[in-house]
């Protein structure tokens, strides 16, 4: 990329949102921090990421309604380009399939699928060329979960969209990837995981624009962090 710009990190509030805007924040892009409605935590996010010597902004909205992703661009654009995108943010309520209603499916799917659609589309403009998007699959997407139907089946979408994506704009010069948590609860250290997924997410923003269409599993058992890479399609 021929300038840092600004990195749209969403549902970047708290957990590993906010871990990989951190580590963004010290890539020496400008962090766009964005969560749907805990702007206290966002800002202790910002705070954290210029504590460290980086450059960070709230940046509210709900990813799913478009209208609230549209006011969100236009908020950015007065901190400048956008060049890198990661599509994090995410809703896992667990329920058993029979349970699940069509209210639940949409509120699932609007979130981590539509939300994802919205932002890229907003941040097209100013990613070609040379822009990054990192999409935040997970076990959910690769190996199915029978709590979360809906949620695999939206972080599915979400591997299909990368898939079709960076074929698509591999001639504008953008580079679509993604990098998917496999974690497993047990003696987990979730910090160290946490920070190799944010590490990956990094590193895949630095790559050139000839790196797409990749998965890079992070595998997280307790005793080690592996991660893997492998073709999207």
């Given at each position: 990329?021929?300038?840092?710009?600004?990195?749209?990190?969403?549902?970047?509030?708290?957990?590993l949102?906010?871990?990989?805007?951190?580590?963004?924040?010290?890539?020496?892009?400008t962090?766009?921090v964005?969560?749907?409605?805990?702007?206290g935590?966002?800002?202790?996010?910002?705070a954290?990421?210029?504590?460290?010597?980086?450059?960070?902004?709230?940046?509210?909205a709900?990813?799913?309604d478009?209208?609230?992703v549209?006011?969100?661009?236009?908020?950015?654009?007065?901190?400048?380009?956008?060049r890198?995108?990661v599509?994090?943010?995410?809703?896992?309520?667990?329920s058993?399939?029979a349970?699940?209603t069509?209210?639940d499916?949409?509120?699932?799917?609007s979130?981590?699928?539509?939300?994802a659609?919205?932002?890229?589309?907003?941040?097209?403009?100013?990613?070609v060329?040379?822009?990054?998007?990192?999409?935040?699959l997970?076990r959910?997407?690769?190996?199915?979960?029978?709590k979360?139907?809906?949620?695999?089946?939206?972080k599915y979408?979400?591997?299909?969209?990368?898939?079709?994506?960076?074929?698509?704009?591999?001639?504008?010069g953008?580079a679509?990837?993604?990098?998917?948590?496999?974690i497993e609860?047990?003696?987990?250290?979730?910090?160290?995981?946490?920070?190799?997924?944010?590490?990956q997410?990094?590193r895949?923003t630095?790559e050139?624009?000839?790196?797409t269409?990749?998965?890079?599993?992070?595998d997280c058992?307790?005793?080690?962090?592996?991660?893997?890479?492998?073709?999207?399609?």
């Amino acid at each position: 990329m021929s300038e840092p710009g600004i990195a749209l990190v969403t549902g970047a509030g708290s957990g590993l949102g906010a871990v990989i805007a951190e580590r963004l924040g010290r890539s020496g892009l400008t962090i766009a921090v964005n969560t749907r409605s805990r702007t206290g935590d966002a800002e202790a996010v910002v705070a954290a990421i210029e504590s460290a010597g980086g450059h960070a902004f709230s940046a509210p909205a709900d990813v799913a309604d478009a209208a609230s992703v549209r006011d969100m661009f236009d908020g950015i654009a007065n901190h400048g380009r956008v060049r890198v995108v990661v599509n994090n943010a995410s809703y896992r309520p667990r329920s058993p399939f029979a349970d699940i209603t069509e209210e639940d499916w949409h509120a699932v799917h609007s979130v981590t699928l539509d939300g994802a659609f919205l932002c890229i589309r907003n941040a097209l403009p100013t990613l070609v060329p040379g822009g990054r998007v990192v999409n935040i699959l997970g076990r959910n997407a690769l190996d199915g979960d029978p709590k979360r139907v809906h949620v695999s089946s939206a972080k599915y979408g979400l591997l299909g969209l990368t898939r079709a994506l960076s074929a698509s704009l591999r001639a504008d010069g953008v580079a679509v990837n993604a990098v998917s948590p496999g974690i497993e609860c047990a003696g987990i250290d979730l910090d160290r995981c946490r920070d190799e997924i944010a590490e990956q997410v990094a590193r895949l923003t630095a790559e050139p624009t000839e790196v797409t269409g990749t998965v890079v599993r992070v595998d997280c058992d307790g005793s080690e962090v592996v991660s893997a890479v492998s073709r999207a399609y």
